[in-house]
């Protein structure tokens, strides 16, 4: 069959399994072994080398999601993020940061970069200009995430592309809040796309992992790295990651629908200072997010009026849950002050726009009216105690 014009679904549940020669079962059996033998054999299989049949075959179906031409499993988001920068990244070398990125992915650069003799600038905005006045005859690397964590800011990937190319430097994404269902980064030239798979690619809150998907050339330079530092996943996580990903789409569609209502609901309320979501008009980069999104993404951030108190209201949730990690399909919130960007000092979340009145809402796949009723009795309840106090 010709997978070239095959849909997305199709892609998600077919694409990149392993097939049971031996009694046809309808799903990837499990390799789970550590050892394979090294004589008479085309491929020399070992775990830590990111080649055994389950790491391979899911390798695949990450790469023709994101567009390219292949693509790496790892351990974690983290793990992805910091090999795929470290293969590109040497010793007097330079990259430019997006201003905004995720707290780990900002705490791996500032903490050990400079160990590595590597150095580095963040911008101060997301124009043209605040990137290519932050590049220097040394950088090699751009890397954006868009939409960003926690304040859904778009980034222009055309631009961030052109400025790189001209240039001769590699550009790199965290394309996990959009996902590949919501946005596919290579089509705007974007070199490397990195992944929490943990997020919307596992998307039951129960694995751990990362993925990258780029050129076969990149691959083969990131791999070179991998190698090395081991951080390769475990069968058993990938056979759950390939299960996980057959329906992705229809999970990432739901989620993305359910956070544009409840984007919509949460502006109109009286005791919430600010939403922040692309799908939104009034957002910075409302027409941006159009044009380079196919969906605005499951992810929303919304900033409570001055003096409620956020820790009270996700007290007060019932439905939604109180919890570290994102994309699961229940709905789950949180304090980016107090979670993804603790690492963070008070003053630089500050600068960055993330106050403790902040609060990370990843919306699931529950019924909407469901999710509103639990958002309404929580502020019904701190509203409340405000009265109460007076």
Same mark, same amino acid.
């Given at each position: 069959? !010709? #997978? =070239?014009?095959?849909? +997305?679904? /199709?892609?998600?549940?077919?694409?990149?399994? $392993?097939? *049971?020669?031996?009694?046809?079962?309808?799903?990837?059996?499990?390799?789970?072994?550590?050892?394979?033998?090294?004589?008479?054999?085309?491929?020399?299989?070992?775990?830590?080398?990111?080649?055994?049949?389950?790491?391979?075959?899911?390798?695949?179906?990450?790469?023709?999601?994101?567009?390219?031409?292949?693509?790496?499993?790892?351990?974690?988001?983290?793990?992805?993020?910091?090999?795929?920068?470290?293969?590109?990244?040497?010793?007097?070398?330079?990259?430019?940061?997006?201003?905004?990125?995720?707290?780990?992915?900002?705490?791996?650069?500032?903490?050990?970069?400079?160990?590595?003799?590597?150095?580095?600038?963040?911008?101060?905005?997301?124009?043209?200009?605040?990137?290519?006045?932050?590049?220097?005859? !040394? #950088? =090699?690397?751009?890397? +954006?995430? /868009?939409?960003?964590?926690?304040?859904?800011? $778009?980034? *222009?990937?055309?631009?961030?592309?052109?400025?790189?190319?001209?240039?001769?430097?590699?550009?790199?994404?965290?394309?996990?809040?959009?996902?590949?269902?919501?946005?596919?980064?290579?089509?705007?030239?974007?070199?490397?796309?990195?992944?929490?798979?943990?997020?919307?690619?596992?998307?039951?809150?129960?694995?751990?992992?990362?993925?990258?998907?780029?050129?076969?050339?990149?691959?083969?330079?990131?791999?070179?790295?991998?190698?090395?530092?081991?951080?390769?996943?475990?069968?058993?996580?990938?056979?759950?990651?390939?299960?996980?990903?057959?329906?992705?789409?229809?999970?990432?569609?739901?989620?993305?629908?359910?956070?544009?209502?409840?984007?919509?609901?949460?502006?109109?309320?009286?005791?919430?200072?600010?939403?922040?979501?692309?799908?939104?008009?009034?957002?910075?980069?409302?027409?941006?997010?159009?044009?380079?999104?196919?969906?605005?993404?499951?992810?929303?951030?919304?900033?409570?009026?001055?003096?409620?108190?956020?820790?009270?209201?996700?007290?007060?949730?019932?439905?939604?849950?109180?919890?570290?990690?994102?994309?699961?399909?229940?709905?789950?919130?949180?304090?980016?002050?107090?979670?993804?960007?603790?690492?963070?000092?008070?003053?630089?979340?500050?600068?960055?726009?993330?106050?403790?009145?902040?609060?990370?809402?990843?919306?699931?796949?529950?019924?909407?009216?469901?999710?509103?009723?639990?958002?309404?009795?929580?502020?019904?309840?701190?509203?409340?105690?405000?009265?109460?106090?007076?």
């Amino acid at each position: 069959m !010709n #997978t =070239k014009n095959l849909g +997305v679904n /199709t892609i998600c549940t077919h694409i990149g399994e $392993v097939k *049971d020669e031996q009694f046809k079962g309808a799903v990837s059996p499990i390799f789970p072994s550590s050892s394979y033998a090294y004589e008479g054999v085309d491929v020399k299989r070992y775990p830590r080398y990111f080649n055994t049949p389950n790491q391979e075959a899911l390798s695949k179906k990450i790469a023709m999601l994101e567009k390219t031409e292949a693509g790496l499993i790892f351990g974690s988001g983290m793990a992805a993020v910091s090999t795929t920068m470290l293969a590109f990244l040497h010793a007097g070398d330079h990259v430019v940061l997006q201003k905004t990125l995720y707290g780990g992915t900002y705490n791996f650069v500032v903490e050990e970069f400079d160990k590595f003799g590597i150095e580095y600038d963040f911008t101060e905005g997301f124009s043209e200009t605040d990137f290519t006045s932050k590049i220097k005859e !040394n #950088t =090699k690397v751009i890397f +954006v995430e /868009t939409p960003s964590n926690p304040l859904m800011v $778009v980034t *222009d990937l055309e631009m961030i592309s052109k400025i790189a190319k001209n240039r001769n430097i590699v550009t790199m994404i965290d394309n996990t809040f959009a996902s590949p269902i919501n946005q596919n980064p290579a089509d705007f030239g974007i070199d490397i796309m990195i992944h929490s798979a943990t997020k919307y690619m596992g998307g039951h809150s129960d694995i751990c992992a990362g993925a990258v998907a780029a050129s076969e050339e990149h691959i083969t330079k990131i791999w070179n790295i991998a190698k090395n530092l081991g951080g390769s996943l475990s069968d058993y996580t990938v056979w759950l990651l390939e299960r996980s990903i057959k329906t992705m789409k229809l999970r990432v569609k739901a989620q993305s629908r359910n956070a544009k209502k409840l984007a919509k609901w949460l502006q109109k309320h009286d005791m919430v200072k600010k939403v922040y979501y692309p799908g939104l008009k009034n957002h910075p980069e409302y027409h941006l997010a159009k044009k380079q999104m196919k969906g605005y993404s499951g992810m929303l951030s919304f900033e409570l009026k001055e003096g409620l108190s956020a820790s009270k209201f996700m007290k007060s949730l019932q439905l939604i849950k109180e919890s570290m990690s994102l994309a699961g399909v229940e709905s789950t919130i949180l304090s980016p002050a107090k979670t993804s960007h603790a690492l963070l000092s008070a003053e630089e979340r500050k600068r960055q726009g993330i106050s403790d009145g902040l609060l990370r809402f990843s919306v699931g796949i529950e019924e909407k009216k469901d999710l509103i009723a639990d958002l309404e009795q929580a502020f019904e309840n701190i509203s409340e105690k405000e009265l109460e106090k007076k």
